[in-house]
């Protein structure tokens, strides 16, 4: 079994993917910072930090991979009316902060969130230089709904989302695919809530090929 790398403050060599142990799945480095330059490497490379507070920044590249195709996005009955009623005002880029934090929030049954304070920095710091993004629902100047990610070239890699609406969200995840449309969205780890909205598994392998097309 391979062993876990650990990295220095600012090293952005991460070991190949490859290398990655499976228990627990796709972990594959520890330590380092979360720095534009060691960010936008490790997304290019198919890898994520994901960690809690307490932890040393964790590494990420699970196999098989969770992703997205926008074009196989499944529109339920409920969402097709929620869409058709323009229940939401829908903005792009307008309070990255305030989603960030509301994705933050305690959910029911969760111990604690992974996105921390170090986390909460990072991510605005790529969002002012143009990397992350968010997409946001809002109901009489409301922000009830939305969700954040990084884009790359065609890609774009989702982070977190929330909603205080019924599929406030779902609406989110519909603008990034209809409106911005990327080629892939990187959904990193399933969950039944992505897989009823089309999301699939597929081998890590297949993935590094779509980064490698998509991604600049």
């Known amino acids: 079994m391979p062993a876990l790398v650990w990295l220095e403050d600012n090293d952005d060599e991460f070991p190949p993917v ?13 330590g380092g910072v979360l720095s534009p330059t060691v960010l936008l490497k490790a997304y290019r490379r198919g890898i994520f930090p994901w960690y809690s507070q307490g932890q040393p920044v964790l590494w990420w590249s699970p196999d098989p991979r969770c992703v997205l195709f926008p074009d196989k996005l499944r529109i ?9 009623k323009q229940l939401f005002n829908v903005r792009q880029n307008t309070a990255f ?3 960030m934090l509301k994705c933050a929030e305690p959910r029911k049954g969760d111990a604690g969130t992974w996105i921390t304070a170090e986390m909460l920095d990072a991510y605005c710091h790529m969002h002012t230089l143009g990397y992350a993004h968010s997409v946001e629902c809002w109901q009489n100047d409301e922000l009830v709904g939305g969700l954040y990610g990084i884009a790359l070239g065609d890609m774009f890699f989702g982070e977190s989302m929330f909603s205080r609406k019924p599929d406030a969200s779902k609406v989110a995840l519909e603008y990034v695919c209809d409106t911005l449309q990327p080629k892939l969205i990187d959904v990193q780890v399933y969950s039944e809530h992505m897989a009823r909205m089309g999301a699939e598994m597929i081998p890590r392998s297949k993935f590094i090929e779509y980064l490698n097309h998509y991604c600049t």
């Open 97 to 99: 902060r305030e989603v």
């Open 76 to 84: 339920s009955r409920s969402l097709r009316k929620t869409l058709n």
């Open 18 to 30: 490859e290398q990655a142990l499976t228990e627990p799945d796709g972990l594959l480095a520890a």
